[in-house]
């Protein structure tokens, strides 16, 4: 056999493995392991004392939504902690706020705060705005991490 064979038929061989590399791509493995294959997974983190900027945050979160062909395309974790409580607290909460949440927690969006910080804030649930759940682990930085590590994309406006 000549060289100039050898060198084509590796150069084909090497062609087809990276075909085959691009059809098997880590983002096909995963949307093919994970439950709701097909589904955007994102991660909204919110962390701030502005409100103009979880404002943006809600309405990012829904014309994400929007723009994915609506809640059954798309898991959407909000997860809120630090100083950004406090925008949350039910009776000091923006009127346009408030909407823009229940917008977003009606749409299937699971908003969860941080554990940590509502001990530090000596706040509860039931002093925040109706639709959030305790993050599941008490450290939002922990939880946002495990989220990651689940796939969902972070976003932090």
């Known amino acids: 056999m ?8 590796a150069f084909v061989c090497s062609l087809a493995l990276m075909v085959v590399a691009f059809l098997v791509s880590p983002m096909t493995l995963q ?7 097909g589904k955007v997974k994102v991660l909204y983190h919110v962390d701030g004392k502005d409100p103009e900027v979880a404002k943006y945050a809600l309405a990012l979160i829904n014309k994400h939504i929007e723009a994915e062909g609506g809640p059954d395309k798309i898991d959407v974790e909000l997860v809120v902690h630090g100083p950004a409580l406090e925008l949350f607290e039910k009776d000091k909460m923006d009127a346009e706020m408030a909407k823009r949440f229940e917008q977003i927690i009606e749409k299937g969006v699971k908003a969860e705060m941080c554990q940590v910080s509502m001990k530090l804030y ?36």
């Open 2 to 9: 000549s060289t100039q064979f050898l060198f084509r038929k």
């Open 31 to 37: 949307a093919a392991d994970t439950p709701g294959s």
């Open 122 to 157: 000596n706040k509860t649930l039931d002093n925040l705005v109706k639709g959030f759940v305790a993050t599941l682990h008490p450290v939002a930085v922990k939880r946002i991490a495990d989220l990651q590590q689940q796939g969902y994309i972070y976003i932090k406006p």
